[in-house]
Each structure stands twice: as structure tokens, then as C-alpha cells.
């Protein structure tokens, strides 16, 4: 035994070496640590509830790049990657303050960060989250993940930009991840795409193809407008002419500033076809501005909307405005995303419908009615691709909520997005609603279908644990009175829908999901309005820690948590239903 850890422990140091850093204290809140040899990455242990320490990362005395990180205090966590590819060669030096909030007066040396502090040539990305990492929703591979920022496509690829910490799995150090896909289902993680800079960290926005050169940074670069969140927010933009694999930043950030505005931010850009003009929405307080531009680079402000409209419960934030095809003639949807102050508690997505006419928003609703785009608590920050192929609007959700964000049970990552969806306009009675709906290119992760036939016995869907599939439920529903169905695994977790005809709603109960505990907020059950009565068809969409429910009329997301995945479905009531069970394996 001694042997086995003898040679484990030989064979972890083999790859990682601790005798390339020296650690030297210079105070009680001051450490300096020279890093030597030619590994790339130097590996930071996190322990999630430390307090964070600033590291300054200095190249032949110059400050190339700063964080802040919860260094292990007590115990490591996990490991966060410092990649010092950049400046492979040249002489290194971590200077590190830990005084934010670990007290003065204490002696930092037998903290175990400094003898867990290692360099390594690779950094293991290897899934480490077994129960809760989704098999089809989008992750980062490691660290914290927030908004869905700069959705573009160009020449094939859709292009999803993040909010993003690489150096630990709790929201900080605010960087744009990467990833593409060819599909909008497999993604290809390709790191950080841009970094916080002396403007400030780099908070959500969006970006555009510039077909014409407009800015002058060439034809086809792709450019990403984002906020720079320093000591006020202001909006900066950065191209790139190598399909979104390296960004400059422009030299004359930033681009948009106000006066006392304190919330302003998550500009979306978009082409008007109008005015011949680029437009960017932004939020502002609790209104959205709108201004426009030739060139991308000077922009005017043109006016706000929003005062006194929808819901004010809350900061508002990530705003988009799109064009939709309604009954022969174009509406404009703004899509408005609000925290707190969701209709379950915390965050939420709400949107108004009317026209845009190139200056000005109007809504073709009084400014006393609310309309949510989605009725679960865990669909925020929701925008739209931009240049997407055929005129279509693809929006994206964070599938999380700032109630609980932080401590959802995962470590490796969090968290995760919707699956993508398009987006149309509807008649819902007198009223124009908005709908969304899985986009297409989900159903080619569906296996082959098993088809079931359900009264009141309970069905097992699979025999061996599976987490990830679609099911379409066609639902006969009893007259006048509530039905409602479960999906439970065999420690009675369950998740509990339930469809009433009088009050005309459709209900997700998650209240016994599985693992709750982590948050008072979690626990919960959502309604949304729906058309409910007669025969209903109800498409839901599970993964190992998500819900996502698409109804006529309604679609409702929510996280689960389950100890082990739900494989019964049961019905309850005098309800019948016929129901196709997808695997989904990818
Ligand atoms: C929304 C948000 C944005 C901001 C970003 C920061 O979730 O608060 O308004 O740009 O997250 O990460």
C-alpha cells in the first residue's frame, strides 16, 4: 500500500512541480512567489469560501495580467490554471496581497495554498462533475459561466461568447469565454476571448458582422461591443479578423459613456435596415437607450424606453431588440431581462412587443401589463444570435438565476445554458404572445424513439440509469378537473406537472427534486398561463440538472437536482397519455 502511494505520488509530481515556485512572505499580507522552469500553466488551489487574494502576475516587472482568487486557506477545492504561455521565456514573479478580507493581523504562511501551489506543462480538463454535468447543454469545461455574450454566426459557425471567471467557479474576474459550434448542439471550447484590461472586467454584450468594413477594421471582422466594468460602466468594442479566434481591442475605448449612471450596460448591437445604421440597445437603470452609428465606433444617443413599462421589481439588464414576422407584417420584440423581480423570485426574462422605427421604441401595450418570455425561475439573460442564416431569431438563456447561482451543487463548472431556441410571434386570444421553441437542430440528438401508452400504472423509462432524453407527452385530459404527471427516480425524487383546466395553467413542482437544500430560493413551484384542457401536447426537454418544458403557449426552464437520474413517469388523475420517450446520447 505505502508502495502504491509512494509511486502515485511520484507519478502526480511528474507532472506537476512545486519546486519551480519560490514562495517568500513578506509581510503578514504579502507574498511574492518567482516562478521558474518552462512549465506553461502554474495551478492556484481554490477553496471556494476563502477569502480572495489579488495575484498579480508581473513579466520582467511589468503587471501582464491580475485576478482575484479565493486561495486555499484550510483545504483546496480544485485547481484553477494560471497560463503563462504568453510570456513563456520570460522572468516571472506572482505578487499576491492577502489581506482582502482574510483579517490583517494573520500570519498567511501556513496557509495550504502555498504547499499545494504547483506548475504543470498541461492543465487536466478532464470532466470531474459525473451527476450533474449536462449531457446536451452548453458548459464551460472548467470555472463560472454567466450570460450567453457576442451570439454571432458567420461561415457556418455559431459563435458563443460567455460570461465567464477561469480562475474559480464562483462569478468574478468577468472574462468573455468561447466556444463554436457547426450545429448548435456539439461546441468546440476555445478559452478566453477577451480579457479584462485598465478599462475594467468585461461584462456582457454583443457582436455583429461588419460586411462592409464600417469601422475600418476590415471586411467580415467580426465586432464585439462589451462593458468595461470599472469604476463606472462604460461600452468599449474589440474586432477580430481570424473568425473569433484572437480580439483587438480598439484603441479609442471607450466607445459609449454616460454621466451618474451607475447600471449601464450589456450593449447589443444590431444592423437596422431602415436607417442604413448600426443601433445598439442598452439598459440604463430602468429604462433601455438606444443609439445609433455609421461606423461602430461614434455613436449617438437617440432615445430610452422602458420608464413606467413592464416590470421594475429590479435592476434591468441584457437588453435585445429583433424583428419578427407577424401575420404579413414585421413587429419588433425587445427582449428585457430583470434581477430580481422574476415572477417565481430572483431573475427573469420579460419582453414588449410594438415597433421600432429606427429612433424610438413604442409598445403596443399599456405600460401596466408584464409578459414573460419563460416561466421557470432559471431562464436569464436571454439574447439573440445575430446574422443568423434565413432571417431567424435564436435566443439563448443562462439556465441559472442570481438567487442561487453561486451555490448550485456543482464545483468543476457553473453553469449551464438553455438549449437554443427560436423564437416567433403568436395569437393567443386578442393578445400577440411571444413563443419559443427548441431550435431544429435539437432534434438530431434524439435516438430511437420508444413509444408508451400510459394510464394509472407508472412506466419505467429506462431500466439502467439515463439522463438525458426528450419526451413528447400527449396529454388527454379528464374534463374540468386538474391532472398532473411525475417524473421520479427510486428514491421518490420526483418533479410533479400538473395541468389545471380552471385555473388554466401549467405548474412545475420541484419542491422533492432531489438535492434543494443548497438554497431556500430553489425550492419552488412555477406556473405559467396556458391553454389547458381537451388534448395537450407538451414536449419536455430533460438533462442531468435541467427541465425545459414547451407548451403551445408557454415555455417554463428549471434546474434539478437529483441523487440519481428520474427513469419513471407517472401519471396522476384521471389522465391518459401517449408519450414518445427520445434517448438522447451524444
Ligand atoms: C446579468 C449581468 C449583466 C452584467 C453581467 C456581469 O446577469 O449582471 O448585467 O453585464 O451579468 O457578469
Excluded at 140 to 149: L, R, V
Excluded at 389 to 414: D, E, H, I, K
Amino acid at each position: 500500500m505505502k508502495h502504491i502511494l509512494f509511486l502515485a505520488s511520484f507519478l502526480l509530481a511528474l507532472g506537476a512541480h512545486a519546486q519551480n515556485l519560490a514562495v517568500r512572505h513578506l509581510s503578514d499580507t504579502h507574498t511574492m512567489v518567482r516562478v521558474s522552469g518552462n512549465d506553461r500553466y502554474v495551478l492556484l488551489p481554490v477553496q471556494e469560501t476563502a477569502p480572495s487574494a489579488r495575484v498579480r502576475v508581473l513579466s520582467d516587472g511589468v503587471e501582464v495580467l491580475s485576478a482575484n482568487v479565493s486561495l486555499a486557506v484550510e483545504k483546496t477545492d480544485y485547481q484553477v490554471p494560471l497560463d503563462l504561455g504568453a510570456w513563456s521565456g520570460r522572468d516571472i514573479l506572482l505578487d499576491i496581497r492577502t489581506n482582502r478580507g482574510r483579517g490583517v493581523q494573520r500570519n498567511p504562511s501556513g496557509d495550504v495554498c502555498w504547499k499545494e501551489m504547483t506548475t504543470a506543462p498541461v492543465f487536466d480538463r478532464t470532466n470531474r462533475e459525473k451527476a450533474y454535468r449536462p449531457f446536451y447543454h452548453f458548459t464551460p469545461e472548467y470555472g463560472w459561466m454567466n450570460d450567453p455574450n457576442g451570439l454571432v454566426y458567420q461561415d457556418g459557425e455559431w459563435h458563443l461568447f460567455y460570461q465567464y471567471n477561469p480562475y474559480g467557479s464562483l462569478w468574478g474576474n468577468m472574462h468573455w469565454g468561447h466556444a463554436v459550434s457547426r450545429d448548435l448542439v456539439n461546441w468546440e471550447h476555445l478559452g478566453i476571448a477577451i480579457a479584462p484590461d485598465a478599462l475594467g472586467s468585461i461584462f456582457s454584450g454583443s457582436a455583429v458582422v461588419d460586411k462592409e468594413n464600417t469601422a475600418g477594421f476590415g471586411r467580415d471582422a467580426i465586432v464585439a461591443m462589451y462593458t468595461s466594468a470599472g469604476d463606472n460602466q462604460t461600452q468599449s468594442i474589440a474586432y477580430s479578423n481570424d473568425g473569433g479566434r484572437t480580439f483587438a481591442k480598439y484603441p479609442g475605448n471607450p466607445v459609449i459613456v454616460a454621466e451618474n449612471k451607475p447600471d449601464f450596460r450589456d450593449p447589443k448591437v444590431f444592423w437596422d435596415d431602415q436607417t442604413r445604421q448600426w443601433k445598439v440597445v442598452l439598459a440604463a437603470g430602468q429604462e433601455v437607450q438606444f443609439y445609433s452609428s455609421d461606423n461602430l465606433k461614434d455613436w449617438k444617443y437617440e432615445s430610452s424606453f422602458g420608464q413606467g413599462y413592464g416590470s421594475h421589481d429590479g435592476v434591468w439588464e441584457c437588453p435585445d431588440l429583433i424583428r419578427l414576422p407577424f401575420e404579413g407584417k414585421d413587429k419588433w420584440v425587445l427582449l428585457l431581462n430583470i434581477n430580481p423581480g422574476g415572477p417565481f423570485g430572483g431573475s427573469a426574462t420579460q419582453y414588449f412587443v410594438g415597433s421600432f422605427d429606427g429612433k424610438t421604441f413604442q409598445c403596443d401595450d399599456l405600460p401596466t401589463v408584464t409578459r414573460w418570455m419563460d416561466y421557470g425561475k432559471d431562464h436569464y439573460a436571454t439574447v439573440t444570435w445575430s446574422n443568423a442564416p434565413q432571417g431567424r431569431s435564436v435566443a439563448l438563456a443562462w439556465m441559472s438565476n442570481w438567487q442561487y447561482a453561486n451555490s448550485v451543487p456543482t464545483q468543476q463548472f457553473r453553469s449551464s445554458n438553455s438549449v437554443p431556441r427560436d423564437l416567433s410571434l403568436i395569437r393567443k386570444g386578442k393578445e400577440v404572445i411571444l413563443k419559443s421553441m427548441p431550435s431544429p437542430e435539437v432534434e438530431a440528438l434524439r435516438g430511437r424513439p420508444v413509444r408508451y401508452k400510459l394510464s394509472t400504472a407508472p412506466v419505467k423509462l429506462f431500466e439502467n440509469p439515463h439522463c438525458a432524453y426528450e419526451l413528447v407527452v400527449r396529454l388527454t385530459l379528464p374534463k374540468k378537473k386538474s391532472a398532473a404527471f411525475a417524473l421520479s427516480n427510486e428514491l421518490g425524487e420526483q418533479v410533479v406537472f400538473t395541468c389545471d383546466p380552471e385555473t388554466q395553467t401549467f405548474s412545475m413542482d420541484r419542491r422533492g427534486s432531489g438535492n434543494v437544500q443548497f438554497s431556500e430560493a430553489f425550492v419552488s413551484v412555477t406556473t405559467a398561463p396556458a391553454q389547458v384542457g381537451g388534448k395537450m401536447e407538451l414536449r419536455l426537454l430533460v438533462d442531468s440538472a435541467s427541465i425545459e418544458a414547451f407548451g403551445e403557449d408557454f415555455c417554463m426552464t428549471n434546474l434539478v437536482f437529483p441523487s440519481s437520474p428520474y427513469n419513471t413517469l407517472k401519471l396522476y388523475g384521471n389522465l391518459k397519455a401517449d408519450v414518445t420517450l427520445y434517448p438522447i446520447a451524444k
